[in-house]
């Protein structure tokens, strides 16, 4: 069990140079760091498991990662933030070539936040049907679950399904504003004992979107 539990110390720098945006735009006229030039500099922390059978096609078992990074003037930082992220997957076998995969997904800030480290509702690894930044605050989180296919040699089908939200504070959380997606796609696998995928899948949101997404890898 050990041998699968890894931690790790990381070094996190930003440096915003130009920013150019509409007059009398909303950003200009919001209350919001990170409108001007900044830097953010900062040391974080990471923890993570991983007994999955597979990194690009996993049949059985779970990774978790979580990552938290400090931002502060101590370290030259304009704003002083902290940043958490957890990922937690399952992967199941239903049958015979046939997996469940889910992903919960938690994104959490602190402090004075510039725009640029918002979380970000949607994507091509995220919640499909949304495009990536559809809706942006301080904190998220998302659960997707994904039935993967692989009904002929190279060649493999998903079906998904997810919801989440963001939000400034814990009240928000409310089942009137979560979001949600689903669709489906199919996959051809570049390399076949390791089924890396290119992939392409279809999302429909709950609102306002929809999209095609064409990529390498699987969304989780």
Same mark, same amino acid.
């Given at each position: 069990m050990f041998n699968k539990l890894y931690a790790g110390i990381l070094y996190e720098y930003q440096n915003v140079l130009k920013l150019n945006y509409r007059d009398n735009g909303i950003?200009? =006229? #919001? &209350?919001? /760091? *990170?409108?001007?030039?900044?830097?953010v500099s900062g040391p974080g922390a990471s923890i993570g498991f991983d007994n999955r059978n597979g990194t690009f096609w996993p049949t059985k078992g779970i990774y978790l990662f979580s990552q938290t990074t400090l931002f502060n003037r101590v370290f030259a930082s304009d704003f002083d933030v902290v940043k958490t992220l957890v990922d937690f997957r399952t992967f199941n076998s239903l049958r015979k070539n046939i997996v469940l995969a889910s992903q919960a997904y938690v994104y959490f800030t602190s402090g004075q936040i510039p725009i640029r480290d918002y979380a970000a509702l949607g994507g091509s690894n995220n919640l499909r049907g949304f495009y990536q930044g559809r809706f942006r605050d301080n904190n998220m989180y998302s659960l997707i679950?994904?039935?993967?296919? =692989? +009904? /002929?040699?190279? @060649?493999?089908?998903? +079906? +998904?399904?997810? &919801?989440? #939200?963001? +939000? #400034?504070?814990?009240?928000? &959380?409310?089942?009137? =504003?979560?979001? /949600?997606? /689903?669709? *489906?796609? @199919?996959?051809?696998? @570049? @390399?076949k004992k390791e089924r890396l995928n290119l992939r392409l899948d279809y999302g429909f949101s709950s609102r306002y979107d929809s999209g095609i997404y064409f990529t390498v890898g699987e969304c989780f």
């Open positions: 950003f200009q =006229n #919001s &209350i919001t /760091y *990170g409108k001007s030039p900044y830097e679950s994904e039935c993967r296919w =692989n +009904f /002929y040699k190279r @060649l493999s089908a998903c +079906f +998904f399904g997810g &919801i989440g #939200s963001v +939000f #400034s504070t814990e009240d928000q &959380i409310t089942v009137q =504003n979560v979001k /949600y997606t /689903y669709g *489906g796609g @199919l996959r051809y696998a @570049l @390399l």
